[in-house]
């Protein structure tokens, strides 16, 4: 049995496996003491080679082995998705460095890489991991020999279906963000989202959002979500609101604020508010579901590992989806919860 079979048996991502077998303290004791549990009742075995390089590239006066990961944008090193992004690189960058390894980004607008030059470019400097950033992805790598490189995936939507993917729950964040509006009160629970995120991300978070409309009885009413277009005036918005009186409202990603005074909304006041997925709770003063630093982290650990193991890209599987789970954020956009 490998990690990654134990990780599947515990519901967990295969870095939290690591972690719980390793005692570290950034899992909970609860979460440790049943993974351990659990490996024993499977008889699972930690790999030593695993360990040992670990303990070797973490060790104090260990030196490093310089190696380079690529990180790839289809987007502009300037556009929205490319600058969500930058919390989750800077701790993927701090991690990969303990294990040794440096970071260079692709900008493959900016450079001008297209999928035939690409790969010779980066065989010519001895990469062999990639991790694929936020963006429009489209078609773009289409042909691209994925089986000659170690990959993970941080974009939601898939690029390729063998490559391994690391995403946060969406499913999950909208069932706690909406759970915590009820707790403040509401009823009445409305969702806005950008209009251009990932389909798969829309899927997700549209399906948790009426689910839980469903299921929830002191909801008492299922109103069709608002889709944002940045920049615009607040007259649809106005219209929207209007007409369905949400007391709560739930938003994917964070929109400036002035949209809503502008539309003559306050919150908590007028409805309570919370934001489903922010990167960098330092930006923001909204209720809402953070990262933290598990995102970048579980990306470091996985391509490290799989660097490691050389663990190409394998076509004929399908990858495997790593999800990462947020973190509740009580900001000034909701009420104290109700007794």
């Known amino acids: 049995m490998n990690m ?6 515990c ?30 009742e499977l008889g ?16 104090v006066g260990a030196k490093p082995i310089q190696q380079t990961v690529a990180v790839l944008y289809s987007n502009p090193a300037t556009s929205r998705r490319s600058i969500l992004f930058k919390p989750h690189l800077e701790i993927l960058r701090q991690r990969l460095g303990q294990y040794g390894y440096v970071l260079k980004e692709f900008h493959l607008n900016d450079c001008q890489l297209s999928a035939d030059k690409l790969a010779p470019t980066l065989h010519d400097q001895g990469i062999r991991g990639i991790v694929l950033a936020w963006g429009d992805w ?16 941080a974009e939601r939507n898939e690029i390729h279906p063998s490559i391994d993917r690391v995403s946060m729950n969406h ?55 608002y889709f944002y277009s940045m920049g615009e005036s607040t007259e649809r918005f106005k219209k929207w609101f209007e007409t369905y009186h949400p007391d709560g409202l739930l938003s994917h990603r964070i929109i400036d604020l002035k949209f809503f005074s502008d539309a003559g ?29 598990e995102l970048g982290q579980v990306l470091a650990d996985t391509i490290a590992g799989k660097l490691h193991y050389n663990d190409h890209v394998d076509l004929s599987s399908e990858g495997n989806l790593i999800l990462v789970d947020g973190q509740w954020q009580p900001g000034k956009t909701t009420r104290p919860a109700k007794k």
Not at 11 to 31: K, N
Not at 44 to 59: D, I, K, M, T
Not at 138 to 147: D, H, Q, V, Y
């Open 138 to 153: 489209g078609s773009r790598l289409e042909n691209f020999p994925w089986n000659e490189f170690v990959v993970v995936s």
């Open 265 to 293: 909304l306050s919150f908590p006041k007028d409805a309570n508010y919370a934001v489903i997925e922010v990167d960098d709770v330092r930006s923001t003063t909204e209720s809402c579901l953070i990262m933290n630093d």
């Open 4 to 9: 990654k079979t134990l990780a599947e048996h």
């Open 44 to 59: 699972y075995r930690n790999n030593p080679l695993s360990a040992s390089l670990v303990a070797y590239r973490q060790g």
């Open 171 to 225: 499913f999950s964040a909208t069932d706690e963000a909406f759970e915590r509006l009820r707790i403040a009160g509401a009823s009445r629970i409305g969702l806005i989202c950008y209009d251009d995120l990932p389909i798969r991300v829309k899927k997700n978070i549209v399906g948790a959002y009426l689910m839980n409309h469903h299921q929830d009885e002191g909801c008492t009413a299922e109103i069709p979500p």
């Open 11 to 40: 519901g967990v991502s295969t870095a939290t496996v690591s972690y719980a077998l390793r005692d570290d303290p950034r899992i909970t004791e609860t979460v440790r003491k049943r993974i351990q549990q659990k490996a024993q």
